[in-house]
């Protein structure tokens, strides 16, 4: 820890550590994660007026159109506000998404000079540390309640293992894959065999973790997170023969995964079965049916900041009035009485009770069995004020059109800079292609553990991936003079 922070002035010192807070609290509190991101804005501004003497960084400078776009996306929020009728709803929306706004003004007006791969490096583990705590906490609890509280085996997989610190899988799948890029990177970087062991002896941690928290989206991420790393060592390294290597490691990973722990890759194959299953479906398509009709009529403006749970429940009532109509409002009560009494999720058990009682009530069996999934979904949705389940949907429905261009400008953005300046980072790429795979099934942004985690790493690897170097600096000027 000396090491990293030597050579440091107070300022940045207090800024490094505040950010290697950051990086840790996450997993664990998106509140104190808010806290350190308050801290890290007034770090940068009495940094800028005492340490700085308010000049900026010219690097940074450089990218100051980036940073604009970037922050954008909080003011095309706050414009929303001005047709928005749930105010109150709206305003909470605004202030939820300042880290839209807080983290691309920290990393313009702060120097960020002094860090190096190292500093970096202190951060990234700083959240693979959180991560693995955050899992050997709930994962010794668990084994106390099998042994001593007659728990099963269930108790290891899914909710059920975050029983101590709950954070929904899908944000914990997104915090471990960045962790698991930082581990494969520090293990086939210029690093100490002893280094090489324990970023090894982390990987497979965060795999196991991954796997255990059971995200449809986290392992298929996953997958292809070791698909992006064995095209990297092959190809771009061209380390052929560990690439090969890698590999047959993979798909024996995937293999034994598959093997060890059926609960989780159920989780996928059951999806499967059911898109493709004649009288299932999965609950995110029928939501989407429920609320298309709203970004087809909104698309270009949105419903406004506050209005999308709003405008997304009258989409769900409407959806399931149509569905009553067609199975009739009689069968509609009984299904909601068996609902009240079992569950939400359909079963074939369930389906054949449903459509004998449609029989004998004299309605036709096969229109109220083929309906009862749809039926069951949207009233799922209504009754737990589901939202759209994809965060590019989720921003047309709430600011239209141009709130996703400007989503879509963080990962256009930087792709166009790699482009240019034809060097990839991967570390960045994986974040970003992660981020964009589990915005497909989840709204990202509508909670601060998805915010929070996306505005500061996405402004830190974006600084450091495309800062101008000093020497091209002086070059500029001196073309100019």
């Not at 009754?383 to 963080?410: P, Q």
Request: charged share 20%.
């Amino acid at each position: 820890m000396a090491k990293i922070l030597e050579g440091l002035r107070p300022f940045q010192k207090a800024e490094l550590i505040i950010m290697m807070l950051l990086a840790f609290a996450i997993p664990f509190s998106w509140l104190a994660a808010q806290y350190c991101e308050v801290a890290l804005l007034l770090c940068a501004v009495l940094k800028l007026i005492f340490d700085q003497k308010y000049k900026l960084n010219e690097s940074q400078l450089k990218l100051k159109w980036a940073y604009i776009i970037f922050a954008l996306t909080w003011v095309i929020y706050l414009i929303g506000m001005i047709h928005t009728d749930n105010q109150s709803e709206g305003w909470t929306q605004v202030s939820k998404k300042l880290g839209f706004l807080i983290f691309p003004v920290v990393f313009i007006i702060s120097d960020m000079s002094y860090m190096n791969k190292n500093r970096l490096k202190a951060i990234g583990y700083a959240l693979v540390f959180s991560c693995i705590l955050f899992f050997m906490i709930n994962f010794v609890h668990a084994i106390y309640d099998v042994i001593f509280n007659g728990a099963t085996s269930e108790r290891f997989f899914d909710q059920e293992l975050m029983k101590l610190f709950y954070v929904h899988h899908t944000y914990l799948s997104m915090y471990a894959g960045l962790g698991l890029m930082f581990c494969f990177l520090e293990i086939f970087g210029e690093n100490s065999r002893k280094v090489k062991i324990i970023n090894i002896l982390a990987y497979i941690i965060l795999v196991v973790f991954t796997i255990l928290i059971r995200s449809r989206a986290g392992l298929l991420c996953m997958v292809l997170l070791f698909i992006i790393q064995w095209i990297w060592l092959t190809f771009v390294m061209k380390k052929k023969k560990i690439g090969f290597i890698m590999g047959g490691v993979f798909v024996l990973v995937i293999a034994g995964g598959c093997i060890a722990f059926p609960q989780s890759v159920a989780r996928i194959t059951t999806t499967i079965k059911d898109l493709t299953s004649e009288h299932s479906s999965d609950h995110r398509l029928v939501q989407f049916k429920g609320y298309k009709a709203v970004i087809e009529e909104n698309w270009l403006f949105g419903v406004g900041t506050g209005d999308r749970t709003d405008e997304i429940q009258a989409a769900y009532y409407n959806y399931k009035a149509g569905v009553v109509e067609k199975i009739s409002p009689e069968m509609a009560g009984i299904i909601d009485e068996i609902i009240d009494n079992q569950y939400y999720e359909p079963s074939n058990s369930m389906r054949r009770d449903v459509m004998k009682i449609a029989e004998q009530r004299g309605y036709d069996p096969e229109v109220v069995g083929g309906n009862l999934v749809e039926y069951q979904f949207i009233r799922y949705a209504i009754d737990n004020e589901i939202n759209a389940h994809n965060m590019f949907f989720e921003t047309i429905i709430s600011v239209g059109v141009i709130g996703l261009l400007l989503l879509l400008a963080y990962f256009v953005i930087p792709l166009i800079l790699w482009i240019k300046t034809k060097h990839v980072d991967l570390l960045y790429f994986s974040f970003l292609f992660m981020m964009g795979f589990n915005m497909i099934f989840e709204s990202v942004f509508e909670v601060q553990k998805g915010i929070i985690f996306f505005c500061f790493f996405n402004a830190l690897l974006f600084t450091l991936s495309f800062r101008v170097k000093r020497s091209e600096i002086e070059e500029s000027h001196s073309e100019k003079v």
